[in-house]
């Protein structure tokens, strides 16, 4: 472990605990769904403001608590990035999850029991993610994509509509969070294997892992397209711009890549693919 620090924690390195840029995609995703396909004039409430706050607030604690667990796993896979013992004390990255959580679960308390349920669940769920089930084959993975969709159909429940637009982008969160998240695993595969997680490319194999991955690419892209031909009805070349080129291209990337550089760039283009995809709600 790191050696003594010389101050219990600063504010850069918070911003750096608690991905700072993905708590902004967060909100935005919100936002824009929200605004875009639902009321615009929400935008400019602050109901809608704590709502994407609250849901912020638990998603940072999820990052800090999953890296308390993750530190010497992150010291052999990504040693540059790790904060924990480092810039911050174990003791005060425990504090900030509590407080983070806490102040998540309240807000959302404020706002409706049905919010503040949700903010606790997903909580909870951010912990054992952290805890346990990003050791094991998959089930990590499907609960953290299962959580990015639901911060997005967290809208229609605020709202208390069913707007299918919202939960198509919902759908399509789950899916390329799950692709990046199995990717991230390839990635990290000798930090895991040496901590005796049990992820997908340590049981299965990368060659495995990628058949699957192709299969899931298959399915997002006929869920949404079906999705949208029997519930909306949007004009497919929308789809042929902000879908099926981003998800070939990254199909081609995906079928070369065999090293750890490979695998960390398809996770940040699956970032901007999720990013590309937010800001199309805009164009609806």
Same mark, same amino acid.
């Given at each position: @472990?790191?050696?003594?620090?010389?101050?219990?924690?600063?504010?850069?390195?918070?911003?750096?605990?608690?991905?700072?840029?993905?708590?902004?995609?967060?909100?935005?995703?919100?936002?824009?769904?929200? +605004?875009?396909?639902?009321?615009?004039?929400?935008?400019?409430?602050?109901?809608?403001?704590?709502?994407?706050?609250?849901?912020?607030?638990?998603?940072?604690?999820?990052?800090? /608590?999953?890296?308390?667990?993750?530190?010497?796993?992150?010291?052999?896979?990504?040693?540059?990035?790790?904060?924990?013992?480092? #810039?911050?004390?174990?003791?005060?990255?425990?504090?900030?999850?509590?407080?983070?959580?806490?102040? +998540?679960?309240?807000? +959302?308390?404020?706002?409706?029991?049905?919010?503040?349920?949700?903010?606790?669940? #997903? +909580?909870?769920?951010?912990?054992?993610? #952290?805890?346990?089930?990003?050791?094991?084959?998959?089930?990590?993975?499907?609960?953290?994509?299962?959580?990015?969709?639901?911060?997005?159909?967290?809208?229609?429940?605020?709202?208390?509509?069913?707007?299918?637009?919202?939960?198509?982008?919902?759908?399509?969160?789950?899916? @390329?969070?799950?692709?990046?998240?199995?990717?991230?695993?390839?990635?990290?595969?000798?930090?895991?294997?040496?901590?005796?997680?049990?992820?997908?490319?340590?049981?299965?194999?990368?060659?495995?892992?990628?058949?699957?991955?192709?299969?899931?690419?298959?399915?997002?892209?006929?869920?949404?397209?079906?999705?949208?031909?029997? =519930?909306?009805?949007?004009?497919?070349?929308?789809?042929?711009?902000?879908?099926? =080129?981003?998800?070939?291209?990254?199909? /081609?990337?995906?079928?070369?890549?065999?090293?750890?550089?490979?695998?960390?760039?398809?996770?940040?283009?699956?970032?901007?693919?999720?990013? @590309?995809?937010?800001?199309? @709600?805009?164009?609806?």
């Amino acid at each position: @472990m790191p050696g003594q620090l010389t101050q219990p924690f600063s504010l850069t390195a918070l911003l750096r605990l608690t991905r700072f840029w993905n708590l902004v995609i967060i909100g935005l995703s919100q936002y824009v769904a929200a +605004g875009a396909l639902i009321d615009p004039k929400s935008v400019f409430g602050y109901r809608l403001f704590f709502l994407s706050a609250s849901t912020i607030l638990i998603a940072a604690a999820g990052y800090v /608590i999953n890296d308390y667990y993750d530190i010497k796993i992150d010291l052999i896979n990504k040693p540059g990035r790790v904060v924990i013992g480092k #810039s911050i004390t174990r003791r005060y990255a425990l504090f900030f999850h509590t407080l983070l959580s806490l102040a +998540g679960v309240g807000i +959302g308390i404020l706002l409706s029991w049905k919010i503040g349920l949700v903010n606790f669940i #997903s +909580g909870f769920l951010l912990w054992w993610y #952290s805890n346990s089930l990003k050791r094991q084959p998959f089930i990590g993975n499907f609960t953290v994509a299962l959580l990015t969709g639901l911060s997005i159909e967290l809208v229609n429940v605020f709202f208390e509509v069913n707007n299918h637009l919202v939960t198509i982008y919902a759908i399509f969160a789950f899916f @390329m969070t799950l692709v990046r998240e199995i990717i991230k695993d390839m990635e990290d595969l000798k930090g895991d294997h040496t901590f005796g997680c049990r992820t997908l490319p340590i049981i299965w194999g990368l060659r495995k892992t990628k058949v699957l991955l192709y299969g899931l690419l298959l399915v997002f892209c006929a869920s949404v397209v079906a999705l949208n031909y029997f =519930l909306v009805g949007l004009p497919m070349r929308y789809f042929g711009v902000f879908l099926f =080129l981003p998800m070939g291209w990254l199909l /081609i990337k995906l079928i070369r890549a065999d090293t750890i550089r490979d695998f960390h760039w398809l996770s940040l283009f699956c970032k901007a693919i999720m990013l @590309m995809g937010i800001m199309s @709600m805009a164009f609806v």
